[in-house]
């Protein structure tokens, strides 16, 4: 039995069909709705001629808001570090 399923996409009123692991499928649809509002977006503003352009531009956003999540988890996980460093200190100051 395979572990891949391939699945029907519509992006931008073009039909694709991609393959993906079983257990993913729900994500791969979600992504491509994602993907859809993004080039539908790029498209509407009207600055943007061509497919290939629009989903260029849409793929540059997706991964300029990535890297803004990675960059605020990676701060948050700096301050959860700094935190617990604190509360360690001060616990080891409550025990002598």
């Known amino acids: 039995m395979s572990n891949f399923k391939t699945v029907d996409?519509?992006?931008l009123n073009k039909e694709f069909q991609v393959?993906?692991?079983n257990d993913t499928e729900?994500?791969?649809y979600a992504a491509a709705d994602h993907l859809d509002q993004k080039m539908r977006e790029i498209r509407?503003?009207?600055?943007v001629i061509g497919l290939e352009r629009i989903a260029i531009m849409a793929a540059l956003n997706i991964s300029?808001?990535?890297?803004?999540?990675?960059?605020?988890k990676e701060a948050y996980l700096q301050s959860m570090v700094e935190q617990i460093e604190r509360l360690q200190n001060k616990i080891d100051e409550a025990l002598i």
């Open 9 to 11: 996409l519509k992006i």
């Open 19 to 21: 393959n993906c692991p």
């Open 64 to 72: 300029h808001e990535l890297l803004i999540v990675k960059q605020q």
């Open 26 to 28: 729900s994500q791969l």
């Open 44 to 47: 509407s503003n009207g600055r």
